[in-house]
């Protein structure tokens, strides 16, 4: 059934499917890589890919979007107290109030272990482990550079050690879901 929030994120998604600009930011990823996350998740559910794996990825998402929200009020000089940690619970608590309404968390018997406990819940545990996990690769990556004179030891390093962590992440998520 195709209700009115999925229209809006349709609409919404368009935009992001053709952006006007795109570039790279230190310290986390690129507009064409949250892209891509973005694509992945859409058909994840459909394609029957558990709710553990999916998380990850939606962390690592949410944070790549706080991380170029900064980024692009920094680059239009929009500076207020607090900035970063307004702008991250911001987007942490609308996050887990849609994913609640819209039915992604909360939901009965959906947890690891099979218990009721929210803490437990599949999408929030995973996201919680995915964004963590970009933001250390990301730490790791800049110290990597930092070590080498200011330079990736490999092209597309940047890209490649976070996307190799979550993956392997994920990797683990399945097999900790696995039925």
């Known amino acids: 059934m195709f209700q009115r929030t999925s229209?809006?994120?349709?609409?919404?998604?368009?935009?992001?499917?053709?952006?006007?600009?795109?570039?790279?930011?230190?310290?986390?990823v690129c507009?064409?890589?949250?892209?891509?996350?973005?694509?992945?998740?859409?058909?994840?559910?459909?394609?029957g890919i558990d709710d553990s794996v999916t998380g990850v990825w939606i962390g690592a998402?949410?944070?790549?979007?706080?991380?170029?929200?900064i980024a692009l009020l920094e680059?239009?000089?929009?500076?207020?107290?607090?900035?970063t940690t307004v702008i991250?619970?911001?987007?942490?608590?609308?996050?887990?109030?849609?994913?609640?309404y819209a039915g992604i968390i909360g939901i009965y018997r959906n947890t690891f272990f099979g218990g009721t406990s929210i803490f437990l819940d599949k999408v929030l545990l995973s996201s919680f482990?995915?964004?963590?996990?970009?933001?250390?690769?990301?730490?790791?990556?800049?110290?990597?550079k930092k070590r080498n004179g200011g330079h990736a030891h490999f092209p597309f390093e940047k890209v490649?050690?976070?996307?190799?962590?979550?993956?392997?992440?994920?990797?683990?998520?399945y097999f900790l879901t696995a039925r």
């Not at 507009?31 to 394609?47: F, M, P, Q």
């Not at 911001?90 to 994913?99: C, P, Y």
């Not at 050690?161 to 392997?168: D, E, N, Q």
């Open 7 to 28: 229209f809006k994120y349709l609409f919404l998604s368009f935009f992001l499917l053709f952006p006007l600009q795109t570039f790279a930011f230190v310290p986390l």
């Open 31 to 47: 507009d064409l890589c949250t892209i891509g996350v973005i694509a992945g998740l859409g058909v994840s559910r459909y394609l």
């Open 61 to 69: 998402f949410l944070v790549a979007i706080i991380q170029m929200t």
């Open 75 to 83: 680059k239009k000089h929009i500076r207020f107290r607090f900035r």
């Open 88 to 100: 991250s619970l911001s987007f942490v608590v609308f996050s887990l109030l849609s994913f609640y």
């Open 129 to 144: 482990a995915g964004g963590i996990t970009l933001v250390l690769t990301s730490c790791l990556y800049q110290a990597l």
């Open 160 to 173: 490649a050690l976070p996307i190799a962590s979550l993956v392997l992440l994920s990797v683990l998520f």
